[in-house]
């Protein structure tokens, strides 16, 4: 190794040629490039000499990997740098760097003519190694609605497996087990319980936490006698929300049509929102930007509250149809509630104008039926923007695909309606709110203990 001082003793700069070969690792393992720059100075008898440690200012890596498939050589104008440990990879590392001299070092250093650098090469300290669906995590692109599986291995010095015992899994949120709106009724989600935790292996679902695409987890564990814990932290992709074009109105009061048990649909009077021309009383258009690099596939889930009251003449006895128990949210009729739209990967903006709309009403009374003096009308909503890789564009089993909210927002509307004479009713109060979009965490996945349908939403005495 060669070089030239530039500047005086004490003060001065060089530059070198180094060659630093990682030593033997654990697959998936990182390992840590960097330089140490000392620099020997002695006199022309090698009697005397000073020994100086030196500040990096630039540094070139080259990078040869040789596999099965052939070589590729990778670059890297950093001070250092790290690379994952690959049992079938030679890998080979050189670099150039230069360095500023100006402090010294013990003079008994037993290191006699050195001039130059030291490069080293450091493998991280843990021994214990997370792999997600059997390969060191990391190695593949993970994905929002994707089931994986964690494991974890631990090796010794001389890279030997070494045997774990009393798993124990945690994380700073819920991990889904499974989740299936599409085909039940009450209850979709099911969370990993202590069981579960305990497991040497765990299956769970990646969806969003916050507004961060990773998901934390902890390991405690037993090695050689001893309690060790790690955490690591997989990283997944998912659709950008960008923000909501609405289309709102204000509910009235109209004549229109409602669905019959047993025939044909009604003439009936009505309060809520009223379809125009085969427009929708409601429509609300999310946009999204996808720059995942696969299809993902997007659909509306509406949850709701409701209070509805009315007044009757014969009986003289209130009659209402609510949701319970009272503030709990059910699932409004099915998921998706309106088209599952499939978008591409793309940097563009893409709005998903068919996903979602709604004309909620209820009936005051049958025409020409009198059977009804008052309605109040009253309800709450939880729309959930929910989104899943599409399973030919990511290759992910079908099995292991799951849709899961990156967005939600709520909306309510509330009515109230007197009968006037015989053949005319009245609005005496009509309103709707929105609230703007919020993030939504593991615990605010759509989880519901009934769906609302005419089956199970009917008008009932007040008790």
Request: charged share 25%; hydrophobic share 35%.
């Amino acid at each position: 190794m060669s070089w030239v001082p530039n500047g005086d003793d004490g003060n001065f700069e060089l530059g070198a040629d180094i060659l630093a070969n990682p030593p033997r690792g654990i697959p998936g393992e990182i390992v840590s490039f960097s330089v140490i720059p000392l620099c020997c100075i002695w006199d022309e008898d090698f009697k005397h000499y000073k020994i100086y440690k030196g500040v990096p200012k630039s540094v070139e890596w080259s990078l040869v990997e040789k596999t099965k498939n052939g070589e590729i050589t990778k670059t890297y104008s950093e001070l250092s740098f790290e690379w994952r440990y690959n049992a079938d990879t030679e890998v080979s590392v050189s670099a150039t760097a230069m360095a500023h001299f100006t402090e010294p070092v013990d003079d008994e250093l037993e290191v006699v003519g050195y001039a130059g650098y030291f490069a080293a090469c450091e493998v991280a300290d843990t021994k214990i190694v997370f792999y997600v669906n059997d390969k060191p995590i990391g190695s593949e692109t993970y994905y929002l609605g994707q089931k994986i599986s964690l494991a974890a291995k631990a090796f010794n010095e001389a890279c030997e497996e070494i045997l774990l015992e009393d798993f124990n899994w945690k994380t700073n949120s819920h991990l889904v087990k499974s989740y299936d709106p599409f085909f039940s009724e009450k209850f979709p989600l099911k969370t990993l319980e202590e069981s579960d935790l305990n497991k040497k292996t765990i299956d769970f679902f990646l969806c969003d936490s916050i507004d961060s695409s990773e998901k934390k987890i902890f390991l405690t564990v037993k090695c050689n006698k001893n309690i060790l814990t790690k955490e690591t932290i997989i990283s997944f992709k998912k659709p950008t929300f960008i923000g909501l074009k609405n289309d709102l109105t204000n509910p009235n009061v109209f004549k229109g049509l409602i669905e019959s048990d047993s025939g044909p649909d009604l003439p009936a009077w009505i309060i809520g929102f009223e379809k125009k021309d085969g427009n929708p009383g409601i429509k609300i258009t999310p946009v999204v930007k996808n720059e995942t690099g696969i299809i993902y596939e997007f659909g509306a889930l509406q949850t709701l509250t409701n209070s509805h009251w009315r007044s009757v003449t014969q009986e003289n006895m209130p009659e209402q149809v609510t949701t319970q128990p009272s503030g709990v949210y059910w699932l409004d009729r099915n998921f998706p509630y309106g088209a599952v739209t499939a978008v591409e990967s793309s940097e563009k903006d893409f709005p998903l104008d068919e996903i979602f709309n709604d004309t909620p009403s209820v009936s005051l009374d049958v025409i020409p039926s009198t059977y009804v003096n008052e309605v109040h009308a009253s309800a709450t909503y939880t729309v959930f923007l929910m989104a899943r890789p599409n399973q030919s564009s990511s290759g992910i089993p079908f099995e292991k695909l799951a849709f899961f909210p990156i967005r939600a927002f709520n909306w309510d509307w509330g009515g109230k309606a007197k009968r006037i004479s015989d053949i005319t009713w009245s609005k005496t109060e009509g309103s709707m709110s929105f609230t703007p979009p919020f993030l939504t965490t593991s615990w605010e996945i759509p989880n519901w203990p009934q769906t609302a349908n005419s089956k199970t939403l009917k008008w009932e005495p007040v008790r």
